[in-house]
Structure formats: structure tokens, C-alpha cells
């Protein structure tokens, strides 16, 4: 049942996220782009122009919307890191794994409570929480995940987590590769939330299998008499 509690939160979290950037995109008077914004710029809680890490202008009128799903989302991060006990193995590696995870949760949560016109250098300890711990956490999990999640969710949980922090230092070195600072940011930022969504939905159907297959009346063979 905890298991449970912790793939589901996983779910909701990154679903509820998504849905929330499309309607805090879609609300902007001028297109918001992913490869030329931000991930944060949905969360700026004030129009203005910005000049770093490149000019553009950001008005953000759902920023207050943007900002609930990101604690939201670190929050269910955090709870699904912990309930989630049965996907681990036992050992140093999966812990620190998933105190990793649960640092990059807190981090969603910092960036929420923090936009980035407002709180600065708060906002960017979040964002390191989030690319720089979680992706570390991530390629952990992918030795640290129990023997009977599928070998090739295992491994590409660790490519996911190395493919971001590449990702990541690509971003802070401002080459971005025809992708926009907007576009490299969610290379580094997103491979973490596809886990834990794929990971979610696999522990919540690997939880109903077994229940059924425990709930089902066992098969009853009946014995046929030989006759002389």
C-alpha cells in the first residue's frame, strides 16, 4: 500500500506539472517559446525585460499557477522518494539515491517559493538541487533499483541521468546546440520527471498485476475415476 501511495504520487505530480505549463504558456500575450524561455519564466511574478541568460521579455499572468505546481511537484516528488521503498535495494548506493531525489523534490519546491525575478539566488539553489543532485541521484537509481524492475528501466534510468547532467553543463556553458537555452534546460531538467512518471505508472501496474493474481480463487482440478 505504501508503494502504492509513492508511485501515485510520482504520477500526479508530473502530470499535474505539465498541464499546468500548458496553461501558464498559453496565457502568454506573446508566444512563449521552449527553446528561447526558461522553464522559470512561467513563474516570474513580474513583466519585464531580461537580459540574462539572454534578452527576451516575460510576462507571466499565470506565474501564481506556474509556481503552485512547482512545490506541488517537488512535494509529490519527495513523498513518492519515500514511500516507494519496495522499487529500491538494500545498501549505501539506493540511499543515497533516493536522498538525491528527494533533494531535487526540494528543490522544485525552493523554485516555486522563490521565482526568479523575486528570490534570485534562492531560485538558482533550487535549480542546482534539481540538475545537479537529482541527476546524480538519478544515475545512481539506476544501480539502486530493485531486481524486479525490467534491466532495460534500470538501465535507462542511468542513461537519463547522464544524458542531463551533460545536458546541464552544456546549459551552463551556454552552448546549447541549435536547441535554445530554453530547449537545453529541459534536456537537464526533464529526464528526472520522465523517470519518475515511467517508473510510476510501471510500480502502479506491477502492484495491480500482483493483487489480482493474489485475489484470484485458486484452480481447482478435479480427478477423473477410472473405471474396470
Not at 517537488?74 to 519515500?82: K, N, P, R, S, Y
Amino acid at each position: 500500500m505504501k508503494s502504492r501511495i509513492g508511485y501515485a504520487a510520482w504520477v500526479a505530480g508530473v502530470a499535474q506539472f505539465f498541464v499546468a505549463q500548458v496553461i501558464a504558456e498559453s496565457a502568454w500575450a506573446r508566444p512563449y517559446s521552449w527553446a528561447r524561455n526558461n522553464i522559470s519564466d512561467l513563474g516570474n511574478a513580474h513583466c519585464a525585460m531580461q537580459s540574462e541568460p539572454e534578452p527576451r521579455y516575460i510576462c507571466s499572468p499565470e506565474h501564481g499557477l506556474m509556481n503552485a505546481s512547482f512545490i506541488t511537484l517537488g512535494t509529490l516528488l519527495a513523498v513518492g522518494v519515500f514511500f516507494t521503498g519496495a522499487v529500491w535495494r538494500r545498501g549505501a548506493s539506493p540511499l543515497v539515491a533516493r536522498w538525491l531525489l528527494a533533494c531535487a523534490g526540494m528543490g522544485f519546491v525552493i523554485a516555486g517559493l522563490a521565482p526568479a525575478d523575486v528570490h534570485e539566488n534562492q531560485h538558482v539553489l533550487g535549480a542546482l538541487l534539481i540538475m545537479a543532485m537529482g541527476n546524480i541521484g538519478l544515475v545512481l537509481a539506476g544501480v539502486g533499483l530493485a531486481d524486479h524492475v525490467p534491466g532495460p528501466l534500470r538501465w535507462a534510468t542511468s542513461l537519463l541521468g547522464v544524458t542531463a547532467l551533460v545536458a546541464f553543463g552544456l546549459f551552463l556553458s551556454h552552448r546549447c546546440l541549435g536547441l535554445g537555452m530554453g530547449g537545453m534546460e529541459r534536456v537537464a531538467a526533464f529526464p528526472l520527471l520522465v523517470w519518475a512518471l515511467v517508473t510510476g505508472v510501471h510500480g502502479l501496474f506491477h502492484q495491480a498485476t500482483r493483487t489480482r493474481m493474489q485475489d484470484a480463487p485458486p484452480k481447482s482440478h478435479g480427478t477423473q475415476a477410472s473405471h474396470s
